[in-house]
């Protein structure tokens, strides 16, 4: 991944996990808690593809692990948004636009319902059950529901601002500043040349006038 990028994801995850553990996490609704980092991981996704939806969903996935009140084994939610992460990234459009708002919805959903599942998978392999005591349905809707009414204050607005990082205006602007200086030394510089080759033609020529006009001068005296 570019620097940049790496900058930008770095900075949003912290950011949205800060958000997520000192205010979401305390709002008590029922269900399921809405997942301000998973969130910016579909965003993220949605622009750098799924590789770079991959690395970043593991990044914070695994500062999600360590941050306080973690109450579970440090590994398992990056594991979770890793995948999502890679899967979010294969909606990407080729040309990194998309045409409606529907597409990224219907991806946040997915990817709701798709991390609580594996969430949940996860934690039954090594013998968690809290998600059989909360209420696995209950959990998928709620998240569902959540992430979709978080997702319009949050998705587009990261995902405009990766697109204005990514594009770096300044560095676009230094290069074709970069490109029209070399290309006027080049054109300069293939002037005077090309300058300096018709001087010397024209002596050439003027010499060969004068050659010749002597030629036929003597001939006429004869």
Not at 3 to 28: D, E, K, P, Y
Not at 91 to 107: D, Q
Not at 181 to 196: D, H
Request: charged letters at 15%.
């Amino acid at each position: 991944m570019r620097l940049n990028r790496m900058l930008l994801s770095t900075a949003l995850v912290i950011v949205a996990l800060v958000i997520q553990v000192s205010v979401l996490a305390r709002l008590h609704l029922p269900g399921a808690v809405p997942d301000l980092v998973l969130l910016t991981v579909v965003a993220l996704a949605l622009v750098y593809g799924h590789v770079g939806g991959c690395l970043i969903g593991f990044g914070a996935g695994l500062l999600s692990d360590l941050a306080p009140p973690a109450d579970h084994a440090a590994g398992r939610y990056a594991l979770v948004l890793c995948v999502i992460g890679y899967l979010a990234g294969l909606a990407r459009p080729e040309n990194g636009r998309l045409k409606s708002a529907s597409g990224p919805m219907f991806v946040v959903v997915a990817a709701a319902i798709g991390s609580t599942l594996l969430y949940a998978g996860v934690g039954a392999l090594v013998g968690d059950t809290a998600a059989r005591h909360v209420g696995l349905t209950s959990l998928l809707a709620t998240a569902a529901v959540y992430d979709l009414l978080l997702a319009p204050f949050v998705v587009p607005g990261i995902m405009a601002l990766a697109r204005r990082i990514d594009n770096d205006p300044l560095a676009e602007a230094g290069s074709a500043k970069a490109a029209d200086v070399s290309s006027g030394w080049l054109s300069s510089g293939t002037g005077l040349r090309i300058g300096s080759q018709r001087g010397v033609l024209r002596v050439k020529a003027a010499k060969a006038r004068v050659a010749r006009a002597g030629r036929i001068k003597g001939v006429k005296r004869l």
